[in-house]
């Protein structure tokens, strides 16, 4: 691979350079929607995994009515100018490009996309400002090989910048753990990892368990199928046996020096109802990248059977080794392999 160096390097404001929230750090499969309160616009992002598309690329859509212009940028800081441009109906752009991440296979430097820039042209003066824009490895590490819609709903918001305001916290999930929810029938759910779990009023008496009381239970509301990756748990009456979960998957920690060897969190564990695991999956969603403590194999999950990544397709498909789950050794012995996935 050629390494790239910008001599020119970039004038952008770090004030202006929004986080990529992680996907695999949300709860369900998605597609999952993000809303940016920015410096002083209001933007909903929806970020959609497309089978169509690797993690080197990713199509970008604009959407929005708001009467002052909006555009995005496809921006290479080798070149220090854009590569590709969008923008609203007004300016008379398209509404939607691919890109591709820079020095991915088959580009030369000054070719490709680094990160995405967002502007709005004032109605007075007619000049370009906001210029938004996110980090670059996080931008494509995050939502490479996704559909990325931006709907600009609000261009009157008065917030801080991006440097004055707090970093993220993961999971991302709509309602905190032990949030206790019970439906218009009576029946009682815990939140976990961004997702419910039934439990039954028996169970909520038990002293010492969870901290929730039935009579400060919310009213239910619909939540994802599967948690967040990273969630820890463990089922009532079966303390010894924890698990961590992975697109929607359980996989079972068989000691506590693997557990402290994988880098997990014991305070981070929640005890989950009788039958709660019965929730989680055998097989990770498509897309959920695994590999074994002690193995350099990495596999892709992929319509209920895991596909071991050639080490050309690292590379070729940009697949980042932040997004790859590593799970105790012996784990994937017992799941179903597909063919191998090669280079694109």
């Not at 690329?57 to 959407?63: G, H, Q, T, Y």
């Not at 909006?70 to 008379?92: H, Q």
């Not at 368990?209 to 079966?238: C, K, M, Q």
């Amino acid at each position: 691979m050629s390494v790239c160096i910008s001599a020119g390097g970039t004038n952008f404001s770090l004030r202006g350079q929004y986080p990529v929230l992680d996907p695999h750090r949300t709860a369900g499969p998605g597609p999952f929607r993000y809303a940016y309160v920015l410096a002083g616009d209001g933007i909903e992002i929806e970020v959609k995994r497309s089978g169509k598309l690797d993690g080197c690329e990713m199509r970008l859509i604009l959407k929005t009515t708001l009467a002052e212009g909006k555009d995005i940028l496809a921006w290479n800081f080798f070149r220090n100018d854009l590569v590709g441009r969008i923008g609203s109906p007004g300016l008379g752009l398209p509404a939607a490009m691919k890109i591709r991440r820079t020095l991915s296979m088959g580009l030369p430097c000054g070719q490709g996309t680094d990160t995405v820039v967002l502007r709005r042209r004032d109605a007075a003066f007619g000049n370009w400002t906001a210029w938004y824009w996110f980090s670059p490895p996080d931008f494509w590490d995050f939502w490479g090989g996704c559909n990325v819609t931006f709907d600009w709903v609000s261009d009157t918001t008065r917030r801080p910048w991006a440097d004055q305001t707090p970093a993220q916290i993961c999971p991302l999930v709509r309602l905190p753990d032990f949030t206790l929810m019970v439906d218009n029938t009576g029946e009682f759910s815990l939140v976990f990892g961004g997702t419910d779990f039934a439990v039954s009023a028996n169970e909520l008496s038990r002293p010492g368990v969870w901290p929730v009381s039935p009579s400060n239970a919310i009213p239910s509301r619909a939540l994802p199928p599967i948690p967040a990756d990273f969630t820890l748990v463990r089922e009532l009456g079966f303390p010894a046996d924890v698990y961590v979960v992975y697109g929607g998957a359980k996989f079972r920690i068989p000691d506590q020096a693997t557990f402290l060897s994988l880098g997990l969190n014991s305070i981070q564990v929640r005890t989950l109802p009788t039958g709660g695991l019965t929730k989680l999956k055998k097989y990770p969603i498509n897309g959920t990248l695994l590999r074994e403590q002690h193995s350099s194999r990495v596999y892709l999950a992929e319509k209920g059977k895991l596909r071991r990544v050639a080490k050309a397709a690292i590379e070729g498909r940009c697949i980042s080794s932040r997004n790859v789950r590593v799970v105790p050794d012996k784990t994937l012995a017992a799941l179903s392999k597909g063919p191998d996935l090669g280079p694109p």
